[in-house]
């Protein structure tokens, strides 16, 4: 199992969970994190840090989001590793807790 980033992290973007992932399975687009499942090793310690609690254990991703675990494996692909933590979007806190932001995905 891995752990998928879902949609509050769009224009989030908050970055506390990449510190203490151990094996660097994150990956930075230009406003959206994405895990990479198959570095992934499930050791749950990210879900906790994510402010926007937008991180979900791949069977708990909410309905109607599962279309985030094939999407991050997808990006992950494609983007950077990111380990250390940035600061977020000046606008982070107004996007936090808006709905359908996939349209606002930058990639």
């Given at each position: 199992m891995t752990y998928v980033v879902t949609d509050n992290?769009?224009?989030c973007k908050y970055t506390d969970c990449v510190e203490v992932c151990p094996v660097d399975c994150f990956h930075e687009g230009?406003?959206?994190?994405v895990i990479d499942p198959d570095e992934c090793i499930d050791c749950t310690l990210c879900e906790p840090e994510c402010p926007a609690q937008?991180?979900?254990?791949e069977?708990?991703?909410p309905s109607g989001m599962e279309?985030?675990?094939a999407l991050n494996a997808e990006?992950?692909?494609?983007?950077p590793v990111i380990t250390e933590k940035k600061d977020a979007p000046a606008d982070a806190a107004d996007w936090d807790g808006k709905k359908d932001k996939l349209?606002?995905?930058e990639r």
């Open positions: 992290c769009i224009k230009p406003n959206f994190l937008a991180i979900f254990a069977d708990d991703v279309n985030y675990t990006l992950a692909k494609q983007w349209k606002y995905l």
